[in-house]
């Protein structure tokens, strides 16, 4: 079965820095998704940005950008101008497509980043 | 925008009482799944449904049901609510095409308290 490990339960940046939040994962399979999800306290969750395993290339969401390291199965999430609104839980989440099951999703167990002003 | 909704923010029931958690989509999205979310664990599967009267388990299934009669409603029921259910759960769906990058949308999450 595939796993999701975040390393860190807790982060903080000072605003206006950069963070990098960590995430590796476990998985023979070869083609895959990765998101990262934000979860802002007391509201929805929502995706953050997601990298295809195929793809070489890093994926990018203005300031949000990854880390893909399909070797090393290592999938970290980089915020630059760290914001006040960036302050939340942040999952990180596997999605394989093997067929099948092929659209649940395994998460991790989240990274809390807090933002110092 | 995708808008998943569900029904309760906070619930506080009584142990052994039957619990039922609603959560309507309304982007025809085909597949739809229930979250138990705790802290330091992170979010487990309970159960997922790809169609109307289709289920699976997830990884967490003992003590829930589910019921999926039409394609936007998917409600989680506790049968005998225990103490070790009080936890935030939430809803999420997605279309079932794997051209769709099955990103999920998820609901604003019910807070379950069991007495």
């Known amino acids: 079965a595939q796993t999701v490990t975040q390393s860190q339960p807790e982060m903080s940046v000072q605003e206006a820095e950069t963070v990098t939040l960590s995430c590796t994962y476990d998985?023979?399979?070869?083609?895959?998704?990765l998101f990262w999800y934000k979860q802002p306290p007391s509201r929805q969750m929502i995706l953050v940005i997601r990298?295809?395993?195929?793809?070489?290339q890093n994926a990018t969401e203005n300031r949000f950008s990854v880390n893909f390291q399909k070797a090393a199965k290592s999938f970290s999430l980089k915020i630059s101008d760290s914001q006040l609104g960036d302050a939340a839980m942040y999952f990180c989440?596997?999605?394989?497509?093997?067929?099948?099951?092929?659209?649940?999703?395994?998460f991790g167990k989240g990274t809390l980043l807090t933002v110092n002003p | 925008d995708v808008k998943v909704t569900q029904s309760s923010r906070y619930l506080v029931k009584r142990t052994g009482e039957k619990v039922f958690l609603e959560c309507v989509q309304d982007?025809?999205?085909?597949?739809m799944f229930w979250y138990r979310q705790d802290p330091g664990l992170g979010l487990r599967l309970i159960y997922f449904?790809?169609?109307?009267?289709?289920?699976e388990k997830g990884d967490i299934p003992e003590g829930y049901s589910v019921s999926r009669e039409k394609k936007e409603r998917f409600s989680l029921i506790l049968e005998s609510a225990s103490t070790n259910q009080t936890s935030m759960y939430l809803c999420?769906?997605?279309?079932?095409?794997?051209?769709?990058?099955?990103?999920?949308?998820f609901g604003p999450g019910t807070r379950l308290t069991v007495l």
């Open positions: 999420a769906s997605s279309l079932f095409s794997p051209l769709s990058r099955n990103e999920q949308f």
């Open positions: 998985t023979s399979e070869s083609d895959y998704y």
């Open positions: 982007m025809d999205h085909e597949n």
């Open positions: 990298q295809e395993a195929y793809k070489q």
């Open positions: 989440a596997y999605r394989d497509n093997s067929g099948g099951s092929n659209y649940k999703l395994t």
């Open positions: 449904s790809y169609d109307v009267k289709m289920k």
